[in-house]
């Protein structure tokens, strides 16, 4: 039984891996789009791709990386996406902000370049988040 859930969180952390690396590349597009074509700040273009990241991750892992967790009416999938965007959202956000401030504005690399390595430091802690509380599996009581 456990070589099974081993097997099953190898393959979920899989699928998670290949919904997030899409979401850098929305993350990265649309962090490209606000700072070269909107004029936006960095920051402030750091936080609308990574809260886009985040809502089009949501809805892959819904539909993808936690298919058979992800279960119950359009009040159960509010609930799931308000969880996610609070958890995984203020991560990613926060901890992009954080972390690109940091990159850019001291350490002055490229914004895209800073982005990719602040993504890759939220990583494993919004998938932890996402296992253990946002999909968890329902007991039934």
């Known amino acids: 039984m456990r070589d099974r859930e081993s097997c099953n969180s190898v393959v979920r952390w899989l699928k ?16 490209a789009l606000l ?4 004029h936006c700040g960095y ?14 991750n949501f809805f892959w892992h819904e539909k993808f990386t ?7 009416g359009w009040r159960s999938v509010l609930r799931r996406l308000l969880c996610f965007n609070a958890a995984n959202g203020l991560v990613s956000v926060a901890g992009n ?5 940091f990159f850019v504005g ?3 690399l490229p914004p895209i370049l800073a982005n990719l390595v602040s ?4 990583a494993l802690l919004n998938f932890v988040v996402s296992d253990r509380w946002v999909f968890q599996v ?4």
Not at 21 to 26: F, K, S, T
Not at 66 to 72: E, H, K, M, N, P
Not at 138 to 141: G, I, S
């Open 97 to 101: 902000l954080v972390l690109m401030r």
């Open 35 to 38: 700072i070269s074509i909107v």
């Open 43 to 56: 920051l402030t273009a750091t936080a609308g791709a990574a809260e886009t990241s985040v809502l089009h």
């Open 16 to 31: 998670f891996n290949v919904v997030g690396a899409i979401g850098i590349g929305v993350q990265l597009g649309v962090l």
């Open 106 to 108: 001291g350490a002055h």
């Open 138 to 141: 329902a007991t039934q009581e």
């Open 119 to 122: 993504i890759s430091c939220c």
């Open 66 to 72: 936690w298919v058979d967790r992800a279960q119950g």
